[in-house]
T-cell receptor
Framework: GENVEQHPSTLSVQEGDSAVIKCTYSDSASNYFPWYKQELGKRPQLIIDIRSNVGEKKDQRIAVTLNKTAKHFSLHITETQPEDSAVYFCAAEGDTGRRALTFGSGTRLQVQP | NAGVTQTPKFRILKIGQSMTLQCTQDMNHNYMYWYRQDPGMGLKLIYYSVGAGITDKGEVPNGYNVSRSTTEDFPLRLELAAPSQTSVYFC?????????????FGNGTRLTVT
């Protein structure tokens, strides 16, 4: 089955700096890669996703890049703000077999004002 | 739409007790999932369903059972609670068709087994 590894587990940045979170996956058949944000005590919520036929996607201060050859994808947050502080999860989903997301272990992002 | 609704929000069980975590969605989604999230960890798939009457095991199904008699409801049953089942449980749903659709999560059930 799919295995998703996520790094780093914690990340602290100064307000206004950029933050990068990286994930690798094992199943070359995976073709959908969402990112979820989870604030303390809340449910995970989708912030951006990318499909395997796209190399990069951007939504305001958030961007995701995908390298299918190397089987890794990354989340980039620019001009970080204190409200970006949360736990971020990457995930991957394949086209066949188990039709469900496999999640990474999460990155706790702390944006220092 | 209420989205995905989970009950209860909190529960404390004694070892060996049983309980059912309820999950219902009003978005007419065929796909439904149960994940557990241990402290400081990611989400692990327990069971999932691709439609009424169809369920399948995820990564960590031991100690749990599910049923899917209707499109709306996907309850998770713990038969003999164990301390290892202390966790936050999230139910989620997704729309029909291709698997590439965002998951809608419920607010979670925080379960403690002592």
């Amino acid at each position: 089955g799919e295995n998703v590894e996520q790094h780093p587990s914690t990340l602290s940045v100064q307000e206004g700096d950029s933050a990068v979170i990286k994930c690798t996956y094992s199943d070359s058949a995976s073709n959908y890669f969402p990112w979820y944000k989870q604030e303390l005590g809340k449910r995970p919520q989708l912030i951006i996703d990318i499909r395997s036929n796209v190399g990069e996607k951007k939504d305001q201060r958030i961007a995701v890049t995908l390298n299918k050859t190397a089987k890794h994808f990354s989340l980039h947050i620019t001009e970080t703000q204190p409200e970006d502080s949360a736990v971020y999860f990457c995930a991957a989903e394949g086209d066949t077999g188990r039709r469900a997301l496999t999640f990474g272990s999460g990155t706790r992002l702390q944006v220092q004002p | 739409n209420a989205g995905v609704t989970q009950t209860p929000k909190f529960r404390i069980l004694k070892i060996g007790q049983s309980m059912t975590l309820q999950c219902t969605q009003d978005m007419n989604h065929n796909y439904m999932y149960w994940y557990r999230q241990d402290p400081g960890m990611g989400l692990k798939l327990i069971y999932y369903s691709v439609g009424a009457g169809i369920t399948d095991k995820g990564e960590v199904p031991n100690g749990y059972n599910v049923s899917r008699s209707t499109t709306e409801d996907f309850p998770l049953r713990l038969e003999l609670a164990a301390p290892s089942q202390t966790s936050v449980y999230f139910c989620a749903s997704g729309r029909d068709g291709r698997v590439n659709s965002p998951l809608h999560f419920g607010n979670g059930t925080r379960l403690t087994v002592t």
